[in-house]
């Protein structure tokens, strides 16, 4: 990617130290202004083309309007629904977080909030600290045996999964993008919202604060629940309907809750924090030494690797990128976009992934000041991939006339390519893994890829699934090879709903919208 400038950054909230350090040692001033009122911020904004917060600093349209030269806003933390980031994008300004900095961290107190919930631990120290001995009020349960629902299965939903059942808790789960197939090898089963709700003895939510999100456990949700279940909320305030939730408390429908987020934080309406069957803390998700070291020292060195441009990691508006290369050059950012999409689709039950490598081929791709084309799919790959990508370029390849870009990712000690270009205005896949297509693969709407052994049974057979999944093939693209383990790939009418009935036909497969 090209390098950002960024000379001065102000950093809004208490980081770790380690954050002012990495930024002035690569040569970037750094001012430390805390507890700034909204007024002192617009004053202040103005002189930097850099800001750091964590989740106190609101970032409103206001503030980025102000900030005449502002280039990047680094969240040290999870989420970023502190700040515009429609009007970040509007203005031209990336918006980075630092997804993994406290996941352990939010997911510990999670599960602390669930074991204090299951034995009354808050309510007994309070009534032994007010000289009472109460064994029989304090009556608890075992967690062996009961059921966690966890609405978001992304890295925190993950740690808090893998971690209560080891005190022998099912756990089954929702979540719109990860697919059943990944959550299932962690031991959570995916289901939807309706079918979970009165499965639970316990539920915790695990996403962003959108429109969808807001107010998903309410009256009528926490309805469908079994009597008693008790909910956690280290997330985000707001996710939860807080009347609904006391409702709930005083009707006995909800057993307790362990809250750690409020819609106003500090809450002002005291009653839900009051209640006895409440366990409330001050936001402390991400309130420990090692969260609050990574997340400092993440965000500085995201900033520097912009700044060098060597990677892009952590942006939440790629549509920022876009905006700064021409319109030949969209052609190439949906290429990158897409053949990072195909890599994940099936490779996503082998994650994490440890390296991503880029490389360009052809004179102009490289040389070319207009197209930039090699910074674009390094972007695209870094945003897909949330890891830092090396870059490589070639002058040429043999067999290949015209420029394109190759996108290698390494997991669990194997390597994954695919090679593409742009051809008539169109985004085309040339190769997978070694396998190149007879006709390029248009890389638009519904694509399902299958790995097999080539043979003329193979196309009735998979056309046939195709039909008794009432899915219609719209294309098809063969390897080139004449025979053993290749890939295909099938443009259909919509998604199959179920990969199982493909699974006695291939050896591996997977699907994507494009």
Same mark, same amino acid.
């Given at each position: 990617?090209?390098?950002?400038?960024?000379?001065?950054?102000?950093?809004? #909230?208490? %980081?770790?130290?380690?954050?002012?350090?990495?930024?002035?040692?690569?040569?970037?001033? %750094?001012?430390?202004?805390?507890?700034?009122?909204?007024?002192?911020?617009?004053?202040?904004?103005?002189?930097?083309?850099?800001?750091?917060?964590?989740?106190?600093?609101?970032?409103?349209?206001?503030?980025?309007?102000?900030?005449?030269?502002?280039?990047?806003?680094?969240?040290?933390?999870?989420?970023?629904?502190?700040?515009?980031?429609?009007?970040?994008?509007?203005?031209?300004?990336?918006?980075?977080?630092?997804?993994?900095?406290?996941?352990?961290?939010?997911?510990?107190?999670?599960?602390?909030?669930?074991?204090?919930?299951?034995?009354?631990?808050?309510?007994?120290?309070?009534?032994?600290?007010?000289?009472?001995?109460?064994?029989?009020?304090?009556?608890?349960?075992?967690?062996?045996?009961?059921?966690?629902?966890?609405?978001?299965?992304?890295?925190?939903?993950?740690?808090?999964?893998?971690?209560?059942?080891?005190?022998?808790?099912?756990?089954?789960?929702?979540?719109?993008?990860?697919?059943?197939?990944?959550?299932?090898?962690?031991? %959570?089963?995916?289901?939807?919202?309706?079918?979970?709700?009165?499965?639970?003895?316990?539920?915790?939510?695990?996403?962003?604060?959108?429109?969808?999100?807001?107010?998903?456990?309410?009256?009528?949700?926490?309805?469908?629940?079994?009597?008693?279940?008790?909910?956690?909320?280290?997330?985000?305030?707001?996710?939860?309907? #807080?009347?609904?939730?006391?409702?709930?408390?005083?009707?006995?429908?909800?057993?307790?809750?362990?809250?750690?987020?409020?819609?106003?934080?500090?809450?002002?309406?005291?009653?839900?924090?009051?209640?006895?069957?409440?366990?409330?803390?001050?936001?402390?998700?991400?309130?420990?030494?090692?969260?609050?070291a990574r997340c400092g020292q993440e965000i500085a060195l995201q900033i520097v690797d912009m700044v060098k441009g060597k990677a892009l990691v952590g942006a939440v508006n790629a549509q920022v990128l876009a905006s700064t290369f021409?319109?030949?050059? /969209?052609?190439?950012?949906?290429?990158?976009?897409?053949?990072?999409?195909?890599?994940?689709?099936?490779?996503?039950?082998?994650?994490?992934?440890?390296?991503?490598?880029?490389?360009?081929?052809?004179?102009?791709?490289?040389?070319?000041?207009?197209?930039?084309? *090699?910074?674009?799919?390094?972007?695209?790959?870094?945003?897909?991939?949330?890891?830092?990508?090396?870059?490589? /370029?070639?002058?040429?390849?043999?067999?290949?006339?015209?420029?394109?870009?190759?996108?290698?990712?390494?997991?669990?000690?194997? *390597?994954?390519?695919?090679?593409?270009?742009?051809?008539?205005?169109?985004?085309?896949?040339?190769?997978?893994?070694?396998?190149?297509?007879?006709?390029?693969?248009?890389?638009?709407?519904?694509?399902?890829?299958?790995?097999? #052994?080539?043979?003329?049974?193979?196309?009735?057979?998979?056309? *046939?699934?195709?039909?008794?999944?009432?899915?219609?093939?719209?294309?098809?693209?063969?390897?080139?090879?004449?025979?053993?383990?290749?890939?295909?790939?099938?443009?259909?009418?919509?998604?199959?709903?179920?990969?199982?009935?493909?699974?006695?036909? %291939?050896?591996?497969?997977?699907?994507?919208?494009?």
């Open positions: 990617m090209p390098p950002v400038s960024i000379q001065r950054v102000l950093i809004s #909230e208490s %980081v770790d130290p380690r954050c002012r350090s990495i930024l002035q040692e690569n040569g970037i001033e %750094v001012t430390e202004r805390q507890n700034m009122s909204k007024d002192e911020l617009l004053a202040e904004i103005k002189n930097y083309d850099g800001l750091i917060v964590r989740s106190a600093t609101k970032v409103t349209a206001e503030v980025v309007r102000a900030a005449g030269a502002l280039k990047i806003i680094g969240r040290a933390g999870t989420g970023v629904d502190n700040v515009d980031v429609d009007a970040a994008t509007k203005n031209g300004v990336i918006v980075m977080n630092t997804p993994g900095g406290n996941t352990i961290s939010a997911a510990e107190l999670t599960c602390a909030l669930v074991l204090s919930l299951s034995r009354n631990v808050a309510q007994a120290d309070m009534s032994m600290k007010a000289g009472k001995w109460d064994r029989k009020k304090f009556m608890g349960s075992e967690l062996f045996g009961k059921v966690l629902g966890i609405v978001g299965l992304g890295r925190i939903g993950k740690e808090v999964a893998t971690r209560m059942q080891s005190f022998g808790m099912r756990t089954i789960g929702y979540d719109p993008i990860t697919p059943p197939d990944v959550s299932a090898a962690w031991g %959570v089963e995916q289901m939807s919202l309706e079918q979970l709700w009165p499965q639970c003895d316990y539920i915790t939510v695990h996403t962003p604060l959108m429109p969808s999100t807001t107010g998903l456990l309410n009256d009528e949700t926490l309805a469908k629940c079994k009597k008693g279940v008790k909910v956690v909320n280290c997330a985000r305030g707001g996710i939860i309907d #807080e009347e609904a939730l006391l409702r709930a408390l005083e009707s006995g429908q909800c057993g307790g809750a362990g809250l750690d987020v409020y819609v106003e934080e500090p809450p002002m309406q005291r009653a839900l924090v009051n209640h006895p069957n409440v366990i409330s803390c001050p936001h402390l998700g991400a309130s420990t030494k090692e969260a609050q021409s319109p030949e050059s /969209h052609l190439w950012i949906r290429l990158g976009e897409a053949m990072g999409s195909v890599l994940r689709a099936y490779t996503s039950s082998k994650q994490p992934y440890s390296k991503v490598q880029v490389t360009t081929l052809g004179r102009g791709i490289h040389a070319s000041p207009q197209s930039r084309l *090699g910074q674009v799919c390094i972007c695209l790959a870094d945003v897909l991939f949330t890891l830092q990508v090396s870059r490589n /370029h070639e002058e040429a390849m043999e067999g290949l006339d015209s420029a394109a870009c190759v996108v290698e990712v390494s997991l669990c000690g194997c *390597g994954y390519k695919a090679l593409g270009s742009v051809q008539a205005g169109v985004p085309v896949l040339l190769q997978l893994d070694g396998c190149v297509f007879r006709q390029p693969v248009s890389l638009a709407g519904h694509l399902l890829f299958f790995k097999a #052994e080539s043979s003329p049974q193979l196309l009735p057979s998979v056309t *046939g699934a195709l039909a008794a999944g009432g899915v219609e093939m719209e294309s098809f693209s063969a390897s080139a090879a004449s025979g053993g383990e290749q890939w295909f790939c099938v443009g259909m009418s919509s998604l199959l709903g179920d990969l199982a009935s493909l699974r006695s036909l %291939v050896k591996e497969a997977a699907q994507l919208t494009v």
